[in-house]
C-alpha cells in the first residue's frame, strides 16, 4: 500500500515491573488467513499443554487503500497487548490474562528471551523453541503475534538500559561488531549475519499460523549514533528478505522511539503498517 494510507495499530503495554522492560514502538500488502497451508518443516517441540477446547483464530485482513484492519469482515481499530517476560512460563500466565482482556494480538519483543544467535550466525536452539512455546500457546488461545526481532537496548553502547555488552554480535563476545552501529553499515559483516539470521527465522516460522505480521526492529533510532537514511536502507533490506522466505507474504512494520524527526522512514514502502505503544498496565512479579 502507499506511504500516505498507513494503518495505525495500538498497543496497550503488560510489562513485568521486576524484568523492567519497557518497549515502544506500522500499510498491509496482503490478507492474513488463518486457514492458509504452507510447508513448515522445523518439528514443534513445545511442550506446554493445550487447552480443553482451543479458541479459534479470527480471520484478520489488511487491505490496500483500507485504513483499518479487517477482522471478520467487518473493518475496526485493532488494540493489542506488548508483552514483556525473561522466560515462557510468564507469557503463558499474561496471555492468559491477554486472553480474558478481549484482546486479539499481542506484540512480542524476541530478545527479551535473549539475542537468540549464537556467535556463529546460527539459531540458538532453546531460545527459538521456547518462544515456538509461547506461539503455541498464544494460538491455543486464539491470539495472534506479532513477533519484533530485535530492539534498540540490544544496539545501544550507552549508559543505562542497555545489553550490548551482552549481544552476541559484540566483538568483545566473539562476535563481528566493534560497535552496535555497524548494524546499519551496508553489507557490513555484522548486517549481514543480522539478516541471514533473521530470514532463517522467518523460514522457520512461516507456517505458524498466528503470526500475523514481522517487526523488524523496535525504535532504531535509538541504536547508538543512527541516522536516517542507512536505517531505512537497513529496513527495506530486511524486508526484502523477509519477503524471499514468508510464502504468505504477511505485512511488516519497523518502529521509531516516539514519533521522531525522520520524516521519510515510515513513507517507505518496506513498512505496511505503524504500531504505536500505549502503557496502560503494568504485572508486577514478586
Known amino acids: 500500500m502507499k506511504s500516505k494510507n498507513k494503518i495505525f495499530l495500538v498497543n496497550f503495554s503488560i510489562v513485568l515491573i521486576i524484568i523492567g522492560l519497557l518497549f515502544s514502538s506500522c500499510s498491509p500488502r496482503r490478507a492474513i488467513n488463518p486457514d492458509v497451508t504452507v510447508p513448515y518443516t522445523v518439528t514443534n517441540m513445545a511442550t506446554i499443554a493445550p487447552t480443553a477446547t482451543p479458541v479459534p483464530l479470527p480471520e484478520i485482513t489488511l487491505n490496500q487503500g483500507d485504513y483499518y484492519f479487517t477482522v471478520n469482515g ?3 481499530f485493532i488494540f493489542s497487548r506488548n508483552m514483556a517476560g525473561y522466560k515462557p512460563e510468564q507469557y503463558f500466565e499474561l496471555l492468559d490474562l491477554t486472553r480474558s482482556g478481549g484482546s486479539q494480538l499481542v506484540r512480542v519483543q524476541l530478545d527479551s528471551m535473549g539475542t537468540g544467535m549464537n556467535n556463529d550466525g546460527e539459531i540458538d536452539e532453546v531460545w527459538a ?3 515456538e512455546q509461547v ?3 498464544a494460538a491455543d488461545k486464539g491470539l495472534y503475534v506479532l513477533p519484533v526481532f530485535s530492539g534498540w537496548f540490544d544496539w545501544n553502547g550507552g549508559e543505562g538500559f542497555s545489553t550490548w555488552k551482552d549481544n552476541s554480535f559484540n566483538a ?9 552501529t555497524e548494524l546499519l553499515k551496508k553489507d557490513s559483516a555484522t548486517q549481514k549475519m543480522w539478516l541471514a539470521w ?3 527465522l522467518v523460514k522457520r516460522w512461516e507456517g505458524q499460523k498466528n503470526i500475523l505480521a514481522w517487526e523488524i526492529f523496535s525504535e532504531i533510532n535509538l541504536i547508538t549514533d543512527a541516522t536516517e537514511a542507512p536505517s531505512v536502507e ?3 533490506s530486511a524486508a526484502t ?3 524471499k522466505n514468508d510464502a504468505i507474504q504477511r505485512p511488516i512494520t519497523a518502529s521509531l522511539a516516539d514519533i521522531g524527526e ?6 517507505s514502502e518496506a513498512i505496511d503498517f505503524i504500531n504505536i505503544v500505549d502503557m496502560r498496565l503494568t504485572i508486577e512479579y514478586k
Open 74 to 76: 467487518r473493518q475496526s
Open 129 to 131: 523453541r521456547n518462544w
Open 135 to 137: 506461539f503455541d500457546k
Open 172 to 180: 568483545a563476545n566473539g562476535g563481528p561488531a566493534e560497535n552496535p
Open 198 to 200: 533473521m530470514g532463517k
Open 234 to 236: 537497513f529496513i527495506e
Open 241 to 243: 528478505v523477509m519477503h
Open 262 to 267: 525522520w520524516s521519510s522512514f515510515y513513507q
